[in-house]
């Protein structure tokens, strides 16, 4: 069994990943151009999320106009403006 030191193999660790670190070298222009593709992906999908509410709300407001229209255009029985039978309450008889 090989038995090491804690601090070893921290050290070893943490030379190696300095040694990967050093090699890595950015664009200059990395951030501008990450920040860039961010915004336009981010004006993109709210544009998109803009279009979709308004295709949704324009095709509930024409559902609903449709609804409308094919209601019966003759009085139905609640409305027909006719006379409904007339209910007297002076008189209660009692039924015993």
């Given at each position: 069994?090989?038995?090491?030191?804690?601090?070893?193999?921290?050290?070893?660790?943490?030379e190696a990943?300095?040694?990967?670190?050093?090699?890595?070298?950015?664009?200059?222009?990395?951030?501008?151009?990450?920040?860039?593709?961010?915004?336009?992906?981010?004006?993109?999908?709210?544009?998109?999320?803009?279009?979709?509410?308004?295709?949704?709300?324009?095709?509930?407001?024409?559902?609903?106009?449709?609804?409308?229209?094919?209601?019966?255009?003759?009085?139905?029985?609640?409305?027909?403006?006719?006379?409904?039978?007339?209910?007297?309450?002076?008189?209660?008889?009692?039924?015993t």
């Amino acid at each position: 069994m090989n038995h090491t030191d804690p601090d070893r193999t921290e050290r070893e660790l943490t030379e190696a990943l300095a040694a990967l670190a050093d090699g890595v070298r950015a664009a200059p222009d990395a951030y501008r151009t990450a920040r860039g593709e961010w915004l336009r992906r981010e004006r993109r999908r709210r544009l998109v999320l803009a279009v979709l509410i308004t295709v949704v709300f324009a095709l509930a407001t024409l559902i609903g106009l449709w609804v409308l229209n094919e209601a019966p255009s003759h009085p139905g029985v609640i409305f027909s403006g006719l006379p409904g039978p007339q209910v007297s309450t002076r008189y209660v008889t009692w039924v015993t």
